[in-house]
């Protein structure tokens, strides 16, 4: 397995365009995680799954961002109607649930969303 | 809830000398320590973490951090920097337990090694 991996890497669009990203966590991880980082700044949490539920989200998620994980596996988050605001790098991250004690979160390259 | 911060935004070091990165949390719960280093347009990479047990703890090259709870600080140290610790290292919390563990990062400090 070679870790977290986003896809794309990078985008620009326009204001006002549909974005979408994914996020492949490592195989075995049934939690994942969505963080928005933006110039300067450490990164803020937007939402988690464990398996296929949505169990979490951050009121930073406005209506117009939503995250899907259908079987438990990969990740999409999609942006609609973009704004120059949105523009940051968007990190996915994964970990397992241990019996005790909070497992490493192990990041992606993240994808970077340049809105124009 | 918890909260983050990292005292400097940006320390400058010469190679070979010591650094410390300071990071003081808030949070009305008990709480998991972590240091993540991010090189340029690169995803986080766990240098260290502290759940519980001894109040140092030793991470990957050759960093540490100490636990202090009642200064509620979790500063990061290397007794010697080398030109590729140049990076954004964050400090992070998340709460006790295991339900959900997202974590509350700080703003981040820039170690900048020079020759």
């Known amino acids: 397995d070679t870790g977290v991996s986003q896809d794309p890497r990078h985008k620009i669009t326009k204001r006002g365009q549909n974005v979408t990203f994914r996020c492949d966590p490592i195989?075995?991880?049934?939690?994942l995680y969505w963080y928005r980082q933006t110039l300067g700044q450490g990164p803020e949490f937007l939402t988690y799954?464990?398996?296929?539920?949505?169990?979490?989200k951050s009121r930073l998620l406005s209506d117009r961002f939503s995250a899907e994980r259908p079987k438990g596996s990969f990740s999409t988050l999609e942006i609609q109607r973009t704004e120059q605001g949105d523009s940051a790098m968007y990190l996915c991250?994964?970990?397992?649930?241990?019996?005790?004690?909070?497992?490493?979160?192990?990041f992606g390259q993240g994808t970077r969303l340049t809105v124009v | 809830a918890q909260s983050v911060t990292q005292l400097d935004s940006q320390v400058p070091v010469f190679e070979e000398a010591p650094v410390e990165l300071r990071c003081n949390y808030s949070s009305s719960v008990s709480v998991y320590l972590f240091w993540y280093v991010q090189y340029p347009n690169q995803g986080l990479q766990l240098l260290l973490k502290y759940l519980s047990g001894s109040t140092l703890v030793k991470g990957i090259n050759g960093f540490e951090a100490e636990f202090n709870k009642s200064q509620t600080s979790f500063h990061l140290r290397k007794p010697s920097v080398h030109i590729s610790d140049t990076a954004e290292y964050f400090c992070?919390?998340?709460?006790?337990?295991?339900?959900?563990?997202?974590?509350?990062f700080g703003g981040g400090t820039r170690l900048m090694v020079k020759p």
């Open positions: 991250a994964s970990s397992t649930t241990l019996g005790q004690g909070a497992s490493e979160a192990f």
């Open positions: 992070a919390v998340t709460r006790r337990g295991n339900a959900g563990n997202m974590l509350t």
């Open positions: 799954f464990q398996n296929e539920a949505q169990l979490e």
């Open positions: 195989s075995e991880h049934n939690r």
